[in-house]
């Protein structure tokens, strides 16, 4: 892969002086293809509705709960968001100097130098696109599972004659969620900016309401120590290492917090784009953090009985917050109907969520293979009369649901889809980074952001 096959700095036509946007696209090498219609805030909602904590947390707080306890998710958390802070600010000023829906793996060829530029855009690009592969993967998955255990527990739950649907029935309910997200981002950004703003206003709306219900409904309450300093060793896999333990707790943390590269991705679409998309990517990121941890706090008060919560016997078959949401409102009411509601909820942010992933997607494996990065590169680059990249966007959903296909034979294998999804954008994230202040120390040029 190359990205200098395109001239890097192309002469600005007199004709596209009147935008700005369009004028600093071609000094990057490429033509306006893609239709500017987002906001800065449209540019936040899509990041903010793709990390979507409340999604992140739910889906992966077995892990948490199980690796290390409360302490590995309340405290871990201002851990995870001091250091993930400061890789979102260190984006956002090379965001706001190279504004390309590239992103990442632009950043590195135009930073690790004209002798490493090649690799080290290739490496970044495939990276990032695969870890974002292995992101819809998870989530749209994530939503599958979580509503089996919906009709599990609404049908009586896994000890009481409930429905538990077969792993063949997830997998077809996945494939429909990722088609219905294949449809939304077929249709004009438009669109994709109102359920950017609807998944934004859910995602918030919904943090509150429940951080607010849950103290209210639950009958037994966990103690302010128990949340911030019990520190949970009996994960049932044999590790008994506290700091490995932590290491692995952190991973909810980790992977909750992920995803605000999307903004740079959508930043062809946004107008102002070299302050909107850096200032979308830092206030997502930032709000992300706080809805976050209060929204931790919250579950964590349920998660008196660690054991049983995680028992895959339990009437959620081992879903510790369904189990803590279901018997918090038949505790206090005789029926858990509450519960289902508030997962209900839960639901719709990661399905939110999940379109955002495939926008994000979209637009990445657009740019990459604008530079002929990806395998038929030309037949993934062409953009549909709506002005969005149709034909990508049918990849990254074919992509996801054969990714999906391991969860047949091993759910081992599946679970190391979370770490993919978390691992792969963080090496991408910091290679740039690192390129900024070795390679590039002396030769970068902040953009208007910064």
């Not at 293809?33 to 739910?58: D, H």
């Not at 004209?114 to 989530?139: C, D, H, M, R, Y």
């Not at 709000?287 to 009985?305: D, E, P, Q, Y």
Request: aromatic share 12%.
């Amino acid at each position: 892969m190359t990205i200098s096959r395109r001239s890097p700095e192309l002469p600005v036509a007199d004709t596209a002086m009147a935008d700005p946007d369009r004028a600093r696209l071609r000094q990057l090498g490429y033509k306006q293809e893609l239709k500017r219609g987002l906001s800065v805030l449209s540019n936040f909602a899509l990041s903010f509705s793709l990390i979507s904590v409340m999604m992140g947390v739910t889906i992966t707080y077995n892990t948490g709960l199980r690796y290390g306890g409360p302490v590995s998710m309340t405290l871990g958390w201002l851990v995870v968001s001091v250091f993930n802070g400061c890789v979102a600010l260190s984006m956002a000023e090379i965001c706001s100097s190279y504004p390309t829906s590239g992103g990442l793996y632009y950043w590195s060829a135009k930073l690790a130098g004209k002798e490493w530029a090649p690799l080290a855009s290739w490496v970044t690009g495939w990276f990032n696109i695969v870890g974002q592969w292995a992101g819809t993967t998870s989530v749209d998955f994530a939503l599958a599972q979580l509503v089996q255990v919906i009709i599990l527990l609404g049908t009586g739950g896994l000890n009481g004659g409930g429905y538990m649907a077969s792993k063949y029935v997830v997998l077809a309910i996945y494939a429909a969620i990722l088609a219905i997200h294949g449809l939304i981002n077929s249709l004009p950004i438009q669109w994709q900016a109102w359920f950017g703003h609807l998944g934004s206003f859910w995602n918030a709306a919904g943090i509150f309401g429940l951080v607010i219900l849950i103290p209210a409904v639950a009958k037994e309450r966990a103690s302010l120590q128990f949340i911030f300093t019990h520190f949970n060793t009996d994960n049932g896999m044999g590790i008994h290492d506290k700091a490995y333990i932590l290491i692995i707790g952190l991973l909810m943390s980790q992977y909750s917090l992920i995803g605000y590269d999307a903004s740079a991705h959508m930043i062809e679409e946004t107008k102002n784009a070299d302050w909107s998309g850096p200032m979308g990517l830092i206030t997502a990121v930032a709000l992300s953090s706080v809805f976050g941890w209060i929204f931790i706090v919250a579950l964590a008060s349920l998660m008196t009985n660690i054991p049983y919560l995680l028992d895959p016997g339990n009437n959620a078959g081992g879903y510790a917050v369904a189990q803590a949401l279901y018997d918090a409102f038949h505790r206090r009411y005789g029926s858990g109907v509450g519960g289902l509601v508030c997962l209900g909820v839960i639901s719709v942010s990661t399905f939110l969520s999940g379109s955002a992933c495939v926008t994000s997607n979209s637009r990445m494996g657009y740019a990459f293979s604008r530079d002929g990065a990806m395998p038929f590169s030309r037949f993934w680059y062409r953009v549909s009369k709506h002005e969005v990249p149709f034909n990508v966007v049918w990849l990254s959903v074919a992509v996801a649901f054969v990714m999906a296909l391991t969860s047949l034979g091993s759910t081992v294998a599946f679970q190391a889809m979370l770490s993919v999804a978390t691992i792969g954008p963080y090496i991408a994230y910091g290679l740039p980074i690192f390129f900024r202040v070795t390679t590039a120390r002396r030769s970068f040029i902040p953009g208007p952001f910064l």
